[in-house]
């Protein structure tokens, strides 16, 4: 079994869903080692987020935007937590609905991400700013 964990920092990116595959691989090349495994990509902020889902069709990631800003929107008179801007509580919960991590399977040395699927940060700040990412792969 072989562990390798890489820090990743992410530049600063507007509000939306950013494809971010490419830099994850490109910073860990060691799972190029792993014939099987596991790795896991965390970030360690908590206005934004993960996830996996489509990497073709770019109105995907818009719509995704769309329906994150329905679902939870800006400047609702309820949230306490409003003195860093009116993106910042939505930004929160947002985040606490997608998560902070993503685990993706290791097979021939390679992510085993699906045709169509891609690793997306979630920036849910109307101005974010370089995100941490914490990059870690296991097996063998």
Known sequence: MNIFQQALSLKARSRGFHLITTEVVHALPQIAELKTGICQVFIQHTSASLTINENADPTVREDFEMYFNKAVPENDPDYA????????????????????????????????????????????????????????????
């Open 81 to 140: 937590h409003d003195y860093e801007g009116s993106d910042d509580m939505p930004a929160h919960l947002k985040a606490a609905m997608l998560g902070s991590s993503v685990m993706i399977p290791i097979r021939n040395g390679k992510l085993a991400l699906g045709t169509w699927q891609g690793i997306y940060l979630c920036e849910h700040r109307n101005y974010g700013a370089a995100r941490q990412i914490l990059i870690t792969a296991w097996g063998a």
